[in-house]
């Protein structure tokens, strides 16, 4: 979502006549998109912020500072009073561009909640192969640790005809690879007229000449629907990848964080997907490490991964996110038990990985070619339907082509692979 956000903050600035610079202490503008769903990298962006103040007191005293996205949202002041010249929330963009035409003026845009997201906004993409295309803004779910409802809003759905116009435009530019995004895609649809839904989007996306795969992130489980599947299974484009994010295995945990199903439905919705989809790799994420996780509840975590066996996982530490719910539950897990357990999981989970790309060495496998791999010379890299990444010799005329590739070794991040003879 915050990389889609970026392509539109530089399609702004390129359209303005703004052009890219190496270092900041070349720059008029400097830009900070922001996320704000870990303390982590929300930390970052204080110091990031810190870092081009010195630049600005040093040696570059008109350079004017931006702070976007979700951290600018909710910590708006804040980031003023530490030398933000524009700070400007996700649902804003559309202000961006007055505001960088006078940079002599500071401002604060962060009207969020239900404002809507303005359409036809310019956009500069970094790829032409693959696209990210919003099809719903912000959140209405306010599971317990979640920041994002409080930075992004309520849900907005994007009008059918402008999502397909973008996906039509992106495809007569070269891309063949589309990640429909929102962060609970499944509610597509239930604010807008008539009785559009996600399966019924996809079929109309699958429809678009000249796409070849078609993704989407994120799925909630508690809305993850069996005409979900069936597209999923029957659409020629849509990828052989679920990304459905189980973040606790334990039930007592999942009815904490208000999530809205147990772990019982989430195995259900993944062997009902497997069944359907030959080939599915499924992706989730987790988190250790919740306010009142015990120890059994942790190894309800890990007998869940051991059963489910995911081909992905992105794993965290919970941390407190101002003004949630779960900010204000306790008892809280101790920073080094927290670290323990994700220890533990990721442990367990990379040998998983390991295991399942080992398993698959010998299959052939479609693969987009994107780049040629930065680390060994004459091979090229790029990623299978499975959103796995396969590297092989190549050469760079390769780049654009869909080829079959034979999986030779697998390691934990994908394959080496070999040019399948055809
Ligand atoms: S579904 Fe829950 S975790 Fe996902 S963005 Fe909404 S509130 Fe956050």
Request: aromatic share 4%; hydrophobic share 20%; with cysteine.
């Given at each position: 979502m915050n990389e889609r956000d970026s392509e539109t903050i530089a399609g702004i600035c390129e359209q303005l006549g703004m052009v890219p610079c190496e270092r900041p202490a070349d720059a008029d503008v400097a830009i900070l998109n922001t996320c704000a769903v870990r303390e982590k990298p929300q930390e970052r962006v204080l110091s990031r912020l810190g870092e081009l103040n010195r630049i600005r007191r040093r040696s570059n005293p008109d350079l004017v500072i931006v702070v976007a996205g979700c951290v600018a949202q909710i910590a708006t002041d804040e980031l003023r009073e530490r030398g933000a010249d524009i700070v400007v929330g996700?649902?804003?963009?559309?202000?961006l561009q007055e505001a960088l035409e006078d940079l002599t003026r500071g401002c604060s845009l962060t009207e969020g909640g239900a404002r809507p997201v303005a359409e036809g906004l310019p956009v500069c993409r970094t790829t032409n192969l693959k696209a990210y295309v919003n099809i719903i803004y912000g959140c209405d779910n306010f599971c317990a640790y979640c920041i994002v409802p409080h930075a992004r809003g309520r849900e907005q759905s994007r009008k059918p005809t402008d999502i397909l116009a973008e996906v039509r435009s992106v495809v007569a530019t070269g891309a063949r690879d589309i990640t429909l995004l929102g962060q609970n895609v499944n509610s597509y649809g239930h604010d807008l007229p008539g009785s559009i839904d996600f399966p019924g989007l996809m079929r109309r996306v699958d429809a678009v000449e000249g796409l070849d795969r078609l993704r989407f992130t994120t799925s909630h489980p508690k809305d993850m629907s069996d005409e979900l599947i069936a597209a999923m299974a029957e659409l020629?484009?849509?990828?052989?990848?679920l990304h459905l994010?189980?973040?606790?295995?334990?039930d007592a945990v999942l009815e904490r964080m208000g999530r809205g199903y147990t772990y019982e439905h989430f195995r259900s919705l993944v062997e009902a997907a497997r069944a359907a989809i030959p080939g599915l790799s499924v992706t989730t994420d987790v988190m250790v490490g919740f306010p009142g996780e015990t120890p059994t509840d942790f190894d309800c975590t890990m007998r869940a991964f051991e059963e489910l066996r995911f081909d992905q996982a992105f794993m965290f530490k919970y941390s407190d996110r101002p003004g949630t719910r779960a900010e204000r539950m306790g008892p809280k897990v101790p920073e080094e038990e927290k670290q323990r357990r994700l220890v533990e999981l990721v442990e367990l989970q990379n040998e998983i990985a390991r295991e399942i790309n080992v398993a698959l060495e010998g299959e052939v496998f479609e693969v987009l070619v994107e780049e040629p791999?930065?680390?060994?010379?004459?091979h090229v890299r790029g990623r299978t339907r499975q959103n796995k990444l396969m590297i092989f010799p190549?050469?760079?005329?390769?780049?654009g082509e869909i080829v079959p590739i034979r999986a030779v070794r697998g390691y934990l991040w994908g394959w080496i692979g070999e040019a399948e003879e055809v």
């Open positions: 996700p649902r804003c963009y559309d202000m020629p484009t849509a990828c052989e990848h994010p189980i973040q606790a295995g334990s791999d930065p680390k060994s010379e004459g190549g050469g760079e005329h390769l780049i």
